[in-house]
C-alpha cells in the first residue's frame, strides 16, 4: 500500500482535557491496543496484572492514579492499570544537529506488542510549563516520548534489566521485584512531569537526571541550541549524563552500572545510528535495518527549536501509516525561556 492510501495518524488537540479524554475521542485505536494485549499476554495474565498494578499505586500514592481509575471505567475490560505501569518496550534515539545547527531527536520505538504502529496518536496538551505534543495511545496516561515546541523533545529508552544467574526471565522478576517494593516516581510519569511543569532544558535534564525513579531508563533529550542535547542513563537513586549526546539502544553507555539488555540486536542498531547520525538523511532515510526490525513500531524526527515533528508507524519493517508532519507553530513565544536553557 502506498504513503497515500495509509491511514493518517490522528492529531487530538486535548488542551487542559485530560489524557483519559482519548478513549472516547479514538474508540477505534483504542479497541486496537486492546485487542493486541489479549493476543499477547491472555485475559487471565492481564487481569493479574490489573489487580497488581492498581494495588501498587494506590499503595504508593501514585499521582495519576485517579486517571489511570478514570480509563478503567471508560475501557470497561481488564488493562487499563496494566498496561500504565508496564514497562517493556526498546528503542533506538540519537540527537542530531543539522546544518541549521537546530538540534533534532531521531527515534524509533520497538515493541513486542503488536499493532500499536497502527494505534499511534498525537494528543497537543496545554500545560503549565506550556503546549506540548504526547506521541501515544489511547488510555495511556504516561509519556514515552513527546516533544514541546520551544523547550525540548525527550525519549525514553528501556535500559538493561538486574543481572540475575537465571537469565532473562529471572532479571524480570527481579526488577519487577525493585519496582513493587518502590515509591519513586514510574520512569513514563516523570516525562510527563517534565513536560508539565519544566520550562527550559536545563531544567528537564535536572528533573530527568535527579527525580529517584522506579527501575533504570535511559532517557535522551535534546533543546533548543547546538550544545542543548544529552544521554541520561538512570539507575534508580543515579544517574550518570553524556553531554553533547549522540546515539543510545538498550545498553548502558557507561562503564560503571551493570545490566542485561532484554532488547534486539541493541549493539548493532547502536552501529547503524552512529553510522547514520553524522550525514543529513531527508524523511525517515535513516530508518533502515537494523534500526528498522520485526519489533518496530514508530519513528520520530524531532525539532523542538522550530517546533515541527514528523511520525510514521510501523508493524515490524512494514508501514502501517502515512506521514504525519507536524508543522511550526506561528509564535513560539509561550516556551522563549528555553533559548536560554
Keep these: 500500500m502506498t504513503q497515500d492510501l495509509l491511514p493518517t495518524i490522528p492529531l487530538v488537540r486535548l488542551g487542559r482535557e485530560g489524557l483519559p479524554t482519548l478513549v472516547s475521542r479514538c474508540p ?3 479497541a486496537t491496543v486492546l485487542r493486541a494485549a489479549r493476543r499477547g499476554y491472555t485475559v487471565p495474565v492481564i487481569a493479574l496484572g490489573d489487580r497488581l498494578s492498581r494495588h501498587w499505586a494506590q499503595r504508593n500514592g501514585l499521582a495519576e492514579a485517579d486517571e489511570i481509575a478514570e480509563v478503567a471505567r471508560r475501557v470497561g475490560q481488564p488493562g487499563a492499570w496494566m498496561l500504565n505501569l508496564s514497562y517493556e518496550w526498546a528503542c533506538t534515539s540519537a540527537a542530531h544537529v543539522g546544518p541549521d545547527g537546530r538540534p533534532r531527536l531521531l527515534r524509533t520505538l520497538d515493541w513486542g506488542l ?3 504502529g497502527s ?5 497537543e496538551i496545554d500545560d503549565p510549563a506550556g503546549s506540548w505534543f504526547n506521541i501515544t495511545w489511547p488510555g495511556f496516561v504516561g509519556s514515552v516520548q513527546g516533544m514541546a515546541p520551544g523547550r525540548f523533545a525527550i525519549a525514553i529508552n528501556q535500559a538493561p534489566g538486574p543481572l540475575t544467574r537465571f537469565g532473562l526471565p529471572g532479571d524480570w522478576l527481579v526488577a519487577r521485584r525493585i519496582a513493587w517494593r518502590s515509591g519513586a516516581r514510574p520512569p513514563v510519569m516523570l516525562l510527563r512531569d517534565v513536560f508539565r511543569h519544566c520550562r527550559g532544558f536545563d531544567e528537564a535534564r535536572a528533573w530527568l537526571s535527579e527525580t529517584a525513579v522506579t527501575l533504570p531508563v535511559i532517557f535522551t533529550i535534546v533543546g533548543t541550541r547546538p550544545d542543548h542535547s544529552a544521554v541520561i542513563e538512570r539507575m534508580p537513586n543515579r544517574a550518570r549524563v553524556h553531554t553533547p549526546a549522540r546515539c543510545v539502544t538498550n545498553h548502558w553507555l557507561n562503564s560503571e552500572f551493570r545490566g542485561r539488555s532484554h532488547s534486539i540486536l541493541s549493539s548493532e542498531r547502536l552501529a547503524a545510528m552512529r553510522e547514520t547520525v553524522p550525514s543529513e538523511v531527508p524523511g525517515f532515510g535513516w530508518v533502515r535495518p537494523p534500526i528498522l526490525n520485526e ?13 515541527s515533528m514528523l511520525l510514521e508507524g510501523y508493524e515490524g ?8 508532519s507536524v508543522q511550526p507553530p506561528a509564535d513560539l513565544s509561550v516556551s522563549r525561556t528555553a533559548q536560554s536553557g
Design 28 to 30: 477505534d485505536r483504542l
Design 114 to 116: 503488536k499493532a500499536l
Design 119 to 123: 494505534a499511534v496518536v498525537v494528543a
Design 295 to 307: 519489533r518496530t513500531r514508530l519513528a520520530m524526527d524531532a525539532c523542538p527549536a522550530d517546533g
Design 317 to 324: 519493517e512494514t508501514p502501517v501509516t502515512g506521514r504525519l
